[in-house]
């Protein structure tokens, strides 16, 4: 077209639908031009998505951080009744899934099958633990009305260090709002981790993932740290308020 | 230039008939499951366009309430989910996917060099998900709608309204995650599916524009789903995060629910400058004066843009200092604006203006965002706020950018590339027609409502019977909106007219700049016979309009 | 329809020419950059018309241009900005000897108690020249009690006071709108504001109340019992109220407080959480057993028996309004926040 052709020169590099296909990974996507591009772009993709959690979280947080510094003691309080020594072990059963899903990244990396699928399996144990650890403590607050909702209760319940004080149970609900949505929502994401994860446990155990493409174990283990990394952050801040 | 070219067409077949995006396949569910994101582009039009025409029947039947002071066409609480609803529908249905889902989805592969964009099955992830809020919006408005506001203050909106808070809610949590997998497409596809020597500093500035609605699009709206999912959680089980008879701050709702609401408006209007710019560079057949400029001042606004959102909190009750600094940053992210205005009236400099449908809408743009941008410098001010916050004065400012301002760029944009996605030229001279009805009709509805504003009517008013005197223009307003309401239809009409009986169009009708322009028109499935490498520049009107290229006459 | 055609409204108060004088600043300003925008684009649009024969020219930008027009904007909204915190810093800033009003509003309606009784319903009659502080509290939703006449426009917040103040310089009846969408009959918030000749407003103002408002605290103060523990010599097992409104108050936890509206009001509705130094917590909580009405009129009456009226209107009303606990709870000032052990 006359147009177009003093405005720059085309060259043939990659001839799409092609008779003469230069020969490439099954796994490369059609419209990818290269196979780094496709792995450059999942991964890029999975750090911005992650990048929306973070602010999604956020929004968890900053609430919290306000009401924490408004109603202190009172978060102190109802902090002291979910068992710190239970959120501990879960914190290092979180902590162990991530060296897990190094592994499992690394032996995909390597060529060696059957260190990623024992690691993948360890990674979704220790997910579940997690998930059951934090199963007994909503049970434990439900049995003590600790719930926010028609039957939520917190009467008498002394502020650390300060006795004969007691806590505003207003202000604990809130507390307990927030422990439940964070803690929920951060379930939730875990729950929706060990989905991909057994998605990823079947393709390895069919042998898809090579050194040359293993993407997806790649971008679900970012996924996971990042489950791991929003933990972290919850345990101290809902966990600790001024223990000693 | 226009349609009637003096320059032989090749001897191809006409794009019409050689396998292109639209005849490559037929059947529904060639349609519904396809990863073609020109497809997906049409999927998005149309479903946008019925929301577009529901908003404006909600806008309709307000604008007729407000003809008498007395509220005696509808109800008070049908009136007030009247403009609940049509400020969701309009937000988060129409004005937010608009340019981003249907001209974006359409044109960002294509000017980038790509075949697609970097995940096509999140990009039909992210219509569903559109579809599924959308329809659960419907369902909300079916069973009696919401009257909250679109922004639904807390505690009327957890703790007092009978209204289904809870499935509007979840309506617009679905359509936001729609929002965020289409910025994340985008920015992904920008970085790294740009062929060979599309450096940044070559990208079109609509590239640079979605780039920076990208950006806001993921970081800001995962802030409103937790807002969303504070509220529903408040509303069902009488938690106590915004209601302060259950120790709760209605003012933090406030921040959470505008630090996301306030970028929200960079994403309504930055990918309509883009538009603009592409626009004005081809019917003034130059590049963009200030290139650099204009692209880092769209990353400015979405940066400046995440910093001022208590200015819709002067008079909430946050404290004077808070105040004094949000009005400093409002007048920051008003700079960026500014200077693309100056950027885009000296490309018309030493020009040669051409005046076909999509320059008019970029006229209308010029002048209206204009307007609306300084009428924005008025709600900065504090000492002018307190007195025309929560008025008419405010409704007409959004109105003037998000209708005057995005909405035009958008039929613009449509206008502009509507060969590309159809492969046939609209009728130009009802299309003229057309710009000059919207632009007509939108002043004579808005501007009223500046002064209607500082006289101090409030706004989400169903009766102003204690204030008869505002009712003539009250009356001024509504006869615009029917006039602009016909200069809406007329488009629809004849796009769909000429799908069928419009000339067909060639590779590049308008002789512009852009990769897009380089494929056929309507363009194959995967967008290039061959990848593109770009050894040119940007905006390279001055190749484009060689000597030896003959330029196109104008046939008027 | 087109007898009554105003497009201005009325100034009534020594705000109002303020804020008009800096909206026309504003229109002119703005009015000058839009007109020049509009008069280069009709300019090039004509002028640089396609021509056939005739090329664009291709202008890549230009740095120092782009600097100046970014320069000078800059300069005039800095301008813009500096004079309207000035007025607004006047506006939220009540002077010291005002007249005090209290407004509770509620769904639908504004509810107006002046100090020395009078109550009116969607009403507030003042005198002309008085400076008129509004302390206001909301039973449900958020209102906003708008005059535009006066130019002013506040948040009435569930939870808490917010204040707003005026000095009406014309008489006359203006109106009052609540501006912040509260369900149903929000277009039915509407009201008056009355303000009359000084000698006019001392007649109505004198004319038949119930009593001043710290009057009917004393009362309240009395039936709740409160005086027997808040006494007036230092024996009580309360804090003696005497004198104590808008002085700083140690707190059991080594903050120090202001004792000012919201505070007292946080007191009676959730007494523990700001504990004075050296008593016990054995107040009870009076949530639920009295109106805002009422707390206003305690209120009233605790201010009553301080000596001075104190000049912290101003620091009130300016320091970082915070959260309320519950109902009625107010946005009380910390001079510090932290308790981190």
């Not at chain 2, 130009?428 to 500046?450: C, D, H, M, S």
């Amino acid at each position: 077209m006359q147009n177009n052709a003093s405005a720059g020169s085309f060259t043939a590099v990659h001839d799409h639908h092609g008779e003469a296909h230069v020969a490439h990974n099954p796994a490369l996507l059609h419209h990818f031009a290269a196979p780094q591009q496709q792995r450059d772009a999942a991964s890029l993709g999975m750090w911005v998505f992650l990048a929306t959690e973070v602010m999604f979280f956020g929004g968890l947080f900053c609430s919290y951080l306000i009401y924490r510094r408004w109603y202190f003691s009172d978060f102190a309080a109802a902090s002291k009744t979910i068992n710190m020594y239970l959120g501990a072990t879960n914190t290092g059963v979180l902590i162990c899934s991530s060296l897990t899903v190094v592994l499992a990244v690394w032996a995909a990396q390597t060529a060696r099958r059957a260190l990623l699928v024992g690691m993948l399996v360890i990674t979704m144990l220790l997910g579940l633990v997690f998930l059951g650890i934090k199963g007994v403590e909503y049970r434990e607050k439900f049995e003590e009305h600790h719930v926010p909702g028609a039957s939520f209760s917190f009467d008498h319940v002394e502020i650390p260090g300060h006795p004969g004080q007691f806590a505003n149970p207003r202000h604990a609900q809130i507390f307990f709002t927030l422990y439940f949505v964070m803690t929920g929502l951060h379930a939730l994401h875990m729950i929706i981790g060990l989905g991909i994860f057994t998605w990823l446990l079947i393709m390895a155990w069919k042998g898809r993932f090579t050194p040359e493409w293993h993407t997806p174990v790649e971008i679900g283990g970012l996924y996971w740290h990042f489950v791991d990394i929003v933990w972290i952050y919850l345990f101290p801040l809902l966990y600790l308020i001024d223990r000693h | 230039m226009s349609m009637a070219t003096a320059i032989p067409q090749p001897t191809s077949p006409p794009a019409a008939e050689r396998e292109n995006y639209l005849n490559k396949e037929y059947g529904v569910w060639s349609w519904l499951l396809t990863t073609d994101h020109k497809r997906i582009a049409l999927l998005y039009l149309l479903s946008i366009t019925f929301f577009f025409f529901i908003g404006g029947f909600f806008a309709l039947l307000i604008r007729l309430e407000l003809l008498t002071p007395a509220g005696d066409l509808v109800q008070a609480d049908t009136y007030n989910k009247l403009f609940t609803m049509h400020g969701m529908v309009m937000v988060f249905f129409f004005l937010i996917p608009s340019i981003p889902a249907v001209l974006g989805n359409f044109l960002v592969p294509l000017m980038v060099g790509a075949k697609d964009l970097a995940f096509p099955r999140i990009n039909l992830l992210s219509w569903y998900l559109y579809i599924i809020g959308g329809v659960m919006m419907l369902h909300c408005m079916f069973t009696g709608g919401v009257d909250t506001g679109w922004t639904f203050y807390a505690p009327f909106s957890t703790s007092f309204t009978n209204t289904n808070i809870v499935e509007a809610g979840l309506a617009i949590f679905v359509a936001g995650f729609s929002s965020i997998l289409t910025g994340l497409n985008f920015v992904v596809t920008i970085h790294r599916m740009r062929a060979p020597g599309m450096t940044w500093s070559r990208l079109p500035l609509f590239i640079w524009a979605h780039y920076a609605t990208s950006i806001i699009q993921l970081l800001g709206t995962p802030v409103i789903a937790v807002t969303i999912v504070l509220v529903a959680a408040e509303r069902a089980l009488h938690l106590g995060i915004f209601d302060p008879k259950l120790g709760g701050d209605p003012v933090l709702f406030q921040h959470l629910f505008w630090f996301y609401s306030h970028p929200a408006v960079y994403i309504m209007i930055l990918p309509s400058m883009g538009v603009v710019t592409e626009i004005i560079a081809c019917f003034s057949r130059k590049r963009i004066f200030g290139y650099h400029f204009v692209a880092l001042s769209s990353i400015a606004i979405a940066v400046f843009g995440f910093l001022v959102w208590a200015h819709h909190m002067f008079v909430a009750g946050i404290s004077v200092y808070s105040a004094l600094v949000f009005s400093f940053l409002s007048y920051a992210v008003a700079l960026p604006s500014a200077i693309k205005v100056f950027n885009w009236t000296a490309t018309l400099y030493k020009g040669s203006i051409h005046y076909d449908a999509p320059m008019l809408y970029a006229f209308g743009f010029l002048g209206l965002f204009t307007i609306g941008g300084l009428t924005g410098l008025f709600l900065a001010a504090l000492g002018i706020d307190v007195h025309v916050t929560d008025t008419y004065f405010v409704v007409a400012h959004f109105h003037y950018i998000m209708v005057g301002g995005a909405v035009m760029g958008y039929l613009g944009g449509m206008h502009f590339w509507w060969p590309k996605i159809s492969g046939r030229l609209y009728p130009e001279g009802w299309a003229r027609l057309a710009a000059l009805i919207v632009f007509l009709g939108f002043n004579l509805t808005f501007f009223p409502q500046f002064l209607l504003g500082y006289m101090g009517m409030p706004r989400r008013y169903y009766d102003y019977s204690h204030m008869p005197e505002f009712q003539i223009l009250n009356v001024l307003s509504t006869a615009g909106a029917t006039i602009l309401g016909v200069g809406y239809l007329l488009p629809m009409v004849y796009f769909l007219w000429s799908m069928r009986y419009g000339k067909p169009a060639s590779d590049n009708p308008w002789n512009a700049a852009g990769l897009e322009w380089k494929t056929a028109s309507p363009p194959p499935t995967f967008n290039f016979d061959q990848e593109p490498v770009v050894t040119w520049e940007a905006y390279n009107y001055e190749e484009l309009d060689a000597p030896h290229n003959e330029e196109v006459p104008v046939a008027k | 329809m087109l007898n009554n055609f105003p497009l201005w409204p009325q100034q009534a108060s020594t705000l109002a020419h303020r804020v008009d004088a800096l909206y026309i600043f504003l229109l002119i300003v703005t009015g000058m950059m839009a007109l020049l925008i509009f008069v280069l684009l009709v300019y090039f649009a004509a002028r640089y018309r396609h021509r056939p024969g005739v090329r664009a020219e291709q202008i890549e930008g230009s740095t120092a241009l782009e600097i100046t027009w970014s320069a000078i904007p800059f300069f005039i909204f800095m301008a813009i900005f500096v004079w309207g915190a000035v007025v607004y810093f006047k506006e939220r800033t009540p002077p010291a000897d005002s007249t005090e009003v209290y407004v509770v509003a509620k769904q639908w309606m504004w509810k107006v108690e002046h100090a020395e009784g009078q109550r009116e319903i969607n009403e507030l009659h003042v005198p002309v020249g008085r400076d008129v502080k509004l302390i206001m509290t909301s039973q449900d939703v958020i209102h906003s009690f708008y005059i535009p006449a006066f130019r002013i426009k506040q948040d009435v917040l569930p939870g808490r006071y917010t204040v707003e103040w005026f000095r009406a310089t014309k008489s006359g009846v203006y109106h009052l709108f609540c501006a912040e969408y509260c369900g149903t009959q929000h277009s039915g918030m509407v009201g008056s504001i009355i303000v009359q000749e000084p000698a006019e407003y001392e007649a109505w103002i004198n004319g038949g109340s119930t009593g001043p408002l710290s009057a009917n605290g004393e009362k309240i103060f009395a039936e709740l019992g409160c005086a027997t523990c808040h006494r007036s010599d230092t024996q009580g097992r309360g804090p003696n109220l005497e004198g104590v409104f808008g002085k700083p108050v140690q707190l059991e936890d080594g903050r120090t407080v202001t004792a000012d509206e919201n505070y007292l009001r946080e007191c009676i509705l959730d007494p523990g959480a700001k504990r004075v130094k050296g008593f016990q917590p054995i107040m009870p909580t009076f949530q639920g057993l009295v109106s805002e009405e009422q707390v206003n009129a305690l209120v009233a009456y605790i201010k009553s028996i301080s000596p001075v009226r104190p000049a912290d209107s101003a620091k009130t009303n300016a320091r970082l309004l915070r959260p309320r606990d519950q109902t009625s709870e107010p946005a009380r000032e910390r001079t510090n926040g932290s308790q981190v052990q």
